[in-house]
């Protein structure tokens, strides 16, 4: 064996390891990054994204950027750390503690702080440079299917007025 073939199969391993620690995006795959955030790092329950503002989130002559947007983006990277196909939002307690302007780069981190079942607590911060704008935490649910697709109830009960338990519904 000479020099360059082992030099080529250290190469083949050394991709072989970084493609068995990649993650890949398991949820919100149709999302705009444009509108909710580019990530820049992802790893098992954290994620770092970055959202630039534009002329899409103005409120106002001064430029001032809609908190929606904001909060969509530390959404977003909060579903992200959780990364589960079928993980939604449940609840937030969120505080915005500095106004955004346009042109703007908002650098969220989130990451899980508390797991237990199906559910995932994600505390998600955004600085401008190095101003915390942004704090919150971000109670979310791994559902076992699309919240769309969850059957709530079954029809012909449903037609009666009998509640149903939906344990056990597909």
Do not use: W
Not at 60 to 75: N, P, Q, R, V
Not at 112 to 139: A, M, Q, S, T, W
């Amino acid at each position: 064996m000479t020099e360059n073939e082992v030099n080529e199969e250290e190469l083949e391993l050394e991709d072989y390891r970084e493609d068995k620690e990649k993650i890949v995006i398991q949820t919100h795959e149709r999302i705009s990054q444009d509108l909710c955030g580019e990530v820049i790092e992802f790893k098992q329950g954290y994620v770092e994204l970055r959202l630039t503002t534009s002329p899409e989130m103005v409120a106002d002559d001064m430029g001032l950027i809609h908190g929606g947007f904001i909060f969509s983006a530390a959404d977003y990277a909060a579903m992200l750390a959780v990364n589960e196909r079928n993980v939604v939002l449940v609840a937030s307690d969120c505080q915005f503690l500095s106004p955004v302007k346009l042109h703007d780069e908002i650098h969220f981190t989130a990451s899980i702080c508390h797991k237990e079942g199906r559910n995932r607590n994600v505390y998600v911060e955004g600085f401008v440079l190095d101003i915390k704008i942004f704090k919150g935490e971000f109670k979310t649910v791994i559902t076992k299917r699309n919240v769309l697709k969850l059957k709530l109830l079954d029809k012909e009960e449903s037609e009666s007025g009998t509640p149903v338990s939906t344990e056990g519904n597909s």
